[in-house]
């Protein structure tokens, strides 16, 4: 669980750089120690930030698997399905 937090918060200090790239694999190995909702939100802003908005989505929806009512997780959801021009049919899916 330390490693994985360590993980996340190196992360977060990529992200505030600027570096979404490197921020996703800081966050994709924390994930691989611990499924965690804001890990999910906070790589879901990366892919978003390089227009990785399939990923993005994917990201949200493990999130809200977590946490049902996780705002961020629901706004960026719609941001990267917005993005992707997802029809209404497809949305009643998620």
């Known amino acids: 669980m330390e490693r994985a937090k360590m993980l ?3 992360g977060n200090e990529l ?3 600027g570096n979404h790239k490197k921020a ?3 966050y994709s190995e924390s994930l691989k120690l611990n499924k965690e909702c804001a890990t999910y939100t906070n790589r879901a802003l990366c892919y978003l930030a390089l227009k ?3 990923e993005a989505a994917q990201d949200c ?4 698997k977590l946490d049902p009512k996780n705002v961020k997780a629901l706004y960026r959801r719609a941001q990267a399905l917005k993005e992707l021009k997802v029809s209404q049919e497809f949305l009643k899916g998620f």
């Open 52 to 54: 990785q908005y399939k």
């Open 8 to 10: 996340k918060e190196e």
């Open 15 to 17: 992200v505030k750089k």
């Open 61 to 64: 929806t493990e999130a809200l």
């Open 24 to 26: 996703v694999e800081k």
